[in-house]
Protein backbone atom coordinates (compact mmCIF):
# COMPACT_ATOMS: atom_id res chain seq x y z
CA UNK A 1 0.00 0.00 0.00
CA UNK A 2 1.54 3.29 -0.67
CA UNK A 3 2.10 5.24 2.19
CA UNK A 4 0.58 9.43 2.81
CA UNK A 5 2.54 12.01 3.26
CA UNK A 6 0.33 15.06 4.68
CA UNK A 7 0.89 18.57 3.55
CA UNK A 8 0.44 21.12 6.50
CA UNK A 9 0.84 24.11 4.56
CA UNK A 10 -3.00 25.17 4.68
CA UNK A 11 -3.00 25.33 7.93
CA UNK A 12 -0.44 27.87 7.76
CA UNK A 13 -2.51 29.51 5.20
CA UNK A 14 -5.31 29.94 7.64
CA UNK A 15 -2.77 31.40 10.23
CA UNK A 16 -1.12 33.95 7.96
CA UNK A 17 -4.75 35.49 7.06
CA UNK A 18 -4.54 37.21 10.40
CA UNK A 19 -0.79 37.23 10.86
CA UNK A 20 -1.43 35.17 14.44
CA UNK A 21 -0.45 32.31 16.50
CA UNK A 22 -3.09 30.14 15.54
CA UNK A 23 -3.77 27.61 14.34
CA UNK A 24 0.00 26.47 14.66
CA UNK A 25 0.97 23.93 11.64
CA UNK A 26 3.29 22.30 14.09
CA UNK A 27 0.93 21.18 15.83
CA UNK A 28 -1.31 20.36 12.69
CA UNK A 29 1.60 18.09 12.03
CA UNK A 30 1.59 15.98 15.40
CA UNK A 31 -2.36 15.55 14.92
CA UNK A 32 -1.11 14.26 11.82
CA UNK A 33 0.82 12.15 12.92
CA UNK A 34 -1.21 10.66 15.89
CA UNK A 35 -3.89 10.10 12.85
CA UNK A 36 -0.91 7.98 10.98
CA UNK A 37 0.54 10.00 8.46
CA UNK A 38 4.05 8.54 7.05
CA UNK A 39 5.06 11.82 5.97
CA UNK A 40 4.66 15.43 7.26
CA UNK A 41 5.00 17.73 4.19
CA UNK A 42 5.60 21.51 4.24
CA UNK A 43 6.49 23.99 1.73
CA UNK A 44 8.64 27.04 2.68
CA UNK A 45 7.73 29.44 -0.15
CA UNK A 46 10.15 32.67 -0.89
CA UNK A 47 7.00 34.95 0.03
CA UNK A 48 6.48 33.05 2.81
CA UNK A 49 2.61 33.21 2.31
CA UNK A 50 2.17 30.23 4.54
CA UNK A 51 4.76 28.70 6.49
CA UNK A 52 7.39 30.75 7.80
CA UNK A 53 10.86 30.45 8.94
CA UNK A 54 9.55 29.83 12.56
CA UNK A 55 8.05 26.62 11.77
CA UNK A 56 11.16 24.97 10.51
CA UNK A 57 12.88 24.35 12.75
CA UNK A 58 10.45 23.17 15.36
CA UNK A 59 9.07 20.62 12.70
CA UNK A 60 12.57 19.04 12.54
CA UNK A 61 12.05 18.95 16.59
CA UNK A 62 8.75 17.45 16.74
CA UNK A 63 8.39 15.37 13.72
CA UNK A 64 9.03 11.91 14.38
CA UNK A 65 8.17 10.27 10.67
CA UNK A 66 9.79 11.81 7.77
CA UNK A 67 9.64 15.24 6.97
CA UNK A 68 9.55 16.46 3.40
CA UNK A 69 10.29 20.42 2.64
CA UNK A 70 8.94 21.42 -0.21
CA UNK A 71 10.92 24.10 -2.19
CA UNK A 72 12.59 26.22 -4.76
CA UNK A 73 15.93 25.98 -6.09
CA UNK A 74 16.77 29.50 -4.86
CA UNK A 75 19.97 29.31 -3.47
CA UNK A 76 19.00 30.90 0.32
CA UNK A 77 15.93 28.51 0.25
CA UNK A 78 18.45 25.92 -0.36
CA UNK A 79 20.61 27.24 2.42
CA UNK A 80 17.46 27.06 4.98
CA UNK A 81 17.29 23.20 3.89
CA UNK A 82 20.70 22.46 4.41
CA UNK A 83 20.55 24.24 8.32
CA UNK A 84 17.51 22.22 9.29
CA UNK A 85 18.32 19.05 7.67
CA UNK A 86 14.43 17.65 6.52
CA UNK A 87 14.71 13.70 5.65
CA UNK A 88 13.68 14.81 1.94
CA UNK A 89 13.22 17.75 0.01
CA UNK A 90 11.59 18.18 -3.11
CA UNK A 91 12.05 20.30 -5.47
CA UNK A 92 9.06 22.41 -7.02
CA UNK A 93 8.53 25.10 -9.24
CA UNK A 94 7.34 28.57 -7.59
CA UNK A 95 5.58 31.73 -8.89
CA UNK A 96 4.66 34.63 -6.72
CA UNK A 97 1.11 34.63 -8.62
CA UNK A 98 -0.01 31.38 -8.50
CA UNK A 99 -2.41 30.10 -6.04
CA UNK A 100 -0.91 26.77 -5.28
CA UNK A 101 2.13 24.83 -7.27
CA UNK A 102 0.69 24.50 -10.92
CA UNK A 103 2.91 21.92 -12.85
CA UNK A 104 6.46 20.42 -12.80
CA UNK A 105 9.64 21.61 -12.18
CA UNK A 106 11.53 22.06 -15.59
CA UNK A 107 14.23 20.11 -14.82
CA UNK A 108 15.11 20.30 -18.71
CA UNK A 109 14.92 23.91 -18.95
CA UNK A 110 16.49 24.38 -15.54
CA UNK A 111 19.22 21.91 -15.54
CA UNK A 112 22.56 23.60 -14.21
CA UNK A 113 20.84 25.43 -11.60
CA UNK A 114 18.56 22.25 -10.23
CA UNK A 115 21.98 19.85 -10.73
CA UNK A 116 23.43 22.32 -8.34
CA UNK A 117 20.72 22.48 -5.77
CA UNK A 118 20.45 18.40 -6.26
CA UNK A 119 24.65 18.14 -5.16
CA UNK A 120 24.42 20.29 -2.24
CA UNK A 121 21.59 18.86 -0.73
CA UNK A 122 22.88 15.00 -1.17
CA UNK A 123 26.16 15.81 0.45
CA UNK A 124 24.20 16.80 3.06
CA UNK A 125 22.44 13.37 3.13
CA UNK A 126 19.53 14.53 2.81
CA UNK A 127 16.89 12.64 0.06
CA UNK A 128 16.19 14.27 -3.02
CA UNK A 129 12.82 14.57 -4.75
CA UNK A 130 11.48 16.00 -8.22
CA UNK A 131 8.33 17.35 -8.69
CA UNK A 132 8.05 16.98 -12.24
CA UNK A 133 4.88 16.27 -14.89
CA UNK A 134 4.62 12.89 -15.99
CA UNK A 135 7.00 13.59 -19.24
CA UNK A 136 9.71 11.27 -20.55
CA UNK A 137 12.26 13.72 -20.87
CA UNK A 138 11.86 14.91 -17.47
CA UNK A 139 11.42 11.20 -16.15
CA UNK A 140 14.99 10.71 -17.25
CA UNK A 141 16.54 13.59 -16.51
CA UNK A 142 16.01 13.81 -13.32
CA UNK A 143 17.62 10.68 -12.70
CA UNK A 144 20.27 12.02 -14.53
CA UNK A 145 20.93 14.78 -12.32
CA UNK A 146 21.22 12.65 -9.57
CA UNK A 147 17.37 12.52 -7.80
CA UNK A 148 16.91 9.48 -6.07
CA UNK A 149 12.69 10.18 -6.07
CA UNK A 150 10.17 11.71 -8.65
CA UNK A 151 6.93 12.95 -7.46
CA UNK A 152 4.47 13.31 -10.02
CA UNK A 153 1.87 15.58 -10.81
CA UNK A 154 -0.92 14.29 -10.66
CA UNK A 155 -2.92 17.48 -11.86
CA UNK A 156 -3.78 16.06 -15.25
CA UNK A 157 -5.55 13.65 -13.88
CA UNK A 158 -7.28 15.57 -11.32
CA UNK A 159 -8.85 18.36 -13.34
CA UNK A 160 -9.59 16.07 -16.28
CA UNK A 161 -13.12 15.41 -16.77
CA UNK A 162 -14.27 12.11 -16.35
CA UNK A 163 -14.38 9.59 -19.09
CA UNK A 164 -12.28 9.81 -21.83
CA UNK A 165 -10.15 12.44 -20.51
CA UNK A 166 -9.69 11.19 -17.24
CA UNK A 167 -8.87 7.50 -18.67
CA UNK A 168 -6.10 9.08 -20.94
CA UNK A 169 -4.17 10.73 -17.76
CA UNK A 170 -4.09 7.57 -15.71
CA UNK A 171 -2.78 5.82 -18.65
CA UNK A 172 -0.11 8.54 -18.65
CA UNK A 173 0.32 8.42 -15.07
CA UNK A 174 0.70 4.63 -15.32
CA UNK A 175 3.60 5.37 -18.26
CA UNK A 176 5.06 7.75 -15.98
CA UNK A 177 5.32 5.24 -12.97
CA UNK A 178 6.92 2.40 -15.12
CA UNK A 179 9.50 4.80 -16.91
CA UNK A 180 10.40 6.25 -13.35
CA UNK A 181 11.21 2.86 -11.98
CA UNK A 182 12.83 1.69 -15.16
CA UNK A 183 15.62 4.24 -14.27
CA UNK A 184 15.95 3.79 -10.79
CA UNK A 185 14.04 6.05 -9.25
CA UNK A 186 11.43 5.90 -6.06
CA UNK A 187 7.71 6.83 -7.35
CA UNK A 188 5.56 9.52 -5.18
CA UNK A 189 2.77 11.59 -6.55
CA UNK A 190 0.85 14.22 -5.72
CA UNK A 191 -1.57 17.51 -6.86
CA UNK A 192 -5.68 17.83 -7.04
CA UNK A 193 -6.28 14.75 -5.17
CA UNK A 194 -8.90 14.22 -3.17
CA UNK A 195 -11.28 11.42 -1.05
CA UNK A 196 -13.35 11.58 -4.45
CA UNK A 197 -10.73 10.86 -7.14
CA UNK A 198 -7.42 8.79 -5.33
CA UNK A 199 -9.36 5.68 -5.55
CA UNK A 200 -7.97 5.37 -9.34
CA UNK A 201 -4.60 6.99 -8.50
CA UNK A 202 -4.03 4.91 -5.98
CA UNK A 203 -4.41 1.45 -7.57
CA UNK A 204 -1.77 1.87 -9.64
CA UNK A 205 0.73 0.06 -9.19
CA UNK A 206 4.17 1.74 -8.53
CA UNK A 207 3.21 4.80 -6.48
CA UNK A 208 4.81 4.44 -2.55
CA UNK A 209 3.72 7.86 -1.34
CA UNK A 210 1.01 10.50 -2.07
CA UNK A 211 1.20 13.68 -0.64
CA UNK A 212 -2.19 15.60 0.02
CA UNK A 213 -2.92 19.07 1.84
CA UNK A 214 -5.82 21.07 0.44
CA UNK A 215 -8.32 17.79 0.92
CA UNK A 216 -6.91 16.88 4.59
CA UNK A 217 -7.33 19.77 5.33
CA UNK A 218 -10.49 20.69 4.37
CA UNK A 219 -12.21 17.57 5.77
CA UNK A 220 -10.59 18.26 9.40
CA UNK A 221 -12.74 21.31 9.43
CA UNK A 222 -15.59 19.16 9.98
CA UNK A 223 -14.08 15.67 11.77
CA UNK A 224 -10.79 17.05 12.85
CA UNK A 225 -7.17 16.34 11.81
CA UNK A 226 -6.31 12.77 13.19
CA UNK A 227 -9.92 11.42 11.96
CA UNK A 228 -9.52 12.84 8.08
CA UNK A 229 -5.89 11.19 8.23
CA UNK A 230 -7.08 8.06 9.23
CA UNK A 231 -10.14 8.22 6.44
CA UNK A 232 -7.58 8.98 3.50
CA UNK A 233 -5.25 6.41 4.76
CA UNK A 234 -8.11 4.11 5.06
CA UNK A 235 -8.51 4.76 0.90
CA UNK A 236 -5.74 4.20 0.29
CA UNK A 237 -5.78 0.91 1.50
CA UNK A 238 -8.97 0.47 -0.05
CA UNK A 239 -7.39 0.92 -3.58
CA UNK A 240 -4.52 0.53 -3.11
CA UNK A 241 -2.57 -2.68 -5.20
CA UNK A 242 -2.40 -5.77 -3.16
CA UNK A 243 0.68 -7.68 -2.90
Not at 114 to 121: H, I, M, S, T
Not at 150 to 162: M, S
Not at 227 to 239: C, D, I, K
Request: glycine content about 10%; charged content about 25%; proline content about 5%.
Amino acid sequence: MPTLGVNIDHVATVRQARRTDEPDPVWAAMEAQLGGAACITFHLREDRRHIIDRDVPLLREVVNVKLNMEMSIADQIVDIALANRPDQCCLVPEKREEITTEGGLDVVGHADRVGKAVRRLREAGILCSAFIEPVKEHIEKAAELGFQIVELWTGGYAHAKPGSQREAALRTLQTGVDLAIANGLEVHGGHGLTYRNVGPVAAIPGFSEFNIGHSIVSRAIFVGLRQAVREMNELLLRYGPKE
